[in-house]
Nanobody, 116 residues
């Protein structure tokens, strides 16, 4: 199975921005997907949905907590999806994962820490 590699995490102050990337090792892994999504998990919490992108028509979906601040996008030629995060808040901290629908296989993730 193709792997997904997340990158772009880091430490940022509240109000700052980060851009996460998720690259696939397979040319077809994303193109064959129903959707690609971003999830996050804070210490002691369950993994939660952040955003997704329906591959066929590019429709975007967001959790209420990030709507208006985060944007999911894709570069089909590079087999990569992105998560542009703006106006970050301390509660956005956690490990961010990308996954292909039905979201049952997870990579290493990338750590995002937002300081107050």
């Amino acid at each position: 199975q193709a792997q997904l590699l997340e990158s772009g995490g880091g430490l940022v102050q509240a109000g700052g921005s980060l851009r996460l990337s998720c690259a696939s090792s397979s040319r077809t892994f994303m193109n064959d997907a129903v959707a690609m999504g971003w999830f996050r998990q804070a210490p002691g919490s369950e993994r939660e949905f952040v955003a997704s992108l329906r591959w066929s028509n590019g429709m975007e979906y967001y959790s209420d907590s990030v709507k208006g601040r985060f944007a999911i996008s894709r570069d089909i030629a590079k087999n990569t999806i992105f998560l542009q995060m703006s106006n970050l808040k301390p509660e956005d901290s956690g490990v961010y994962y990308c996954a292909r629908h039905p979201y049952v296989s997870w990579g290493q993730g990338t750590q995002v820490t937002v300081s107050s």
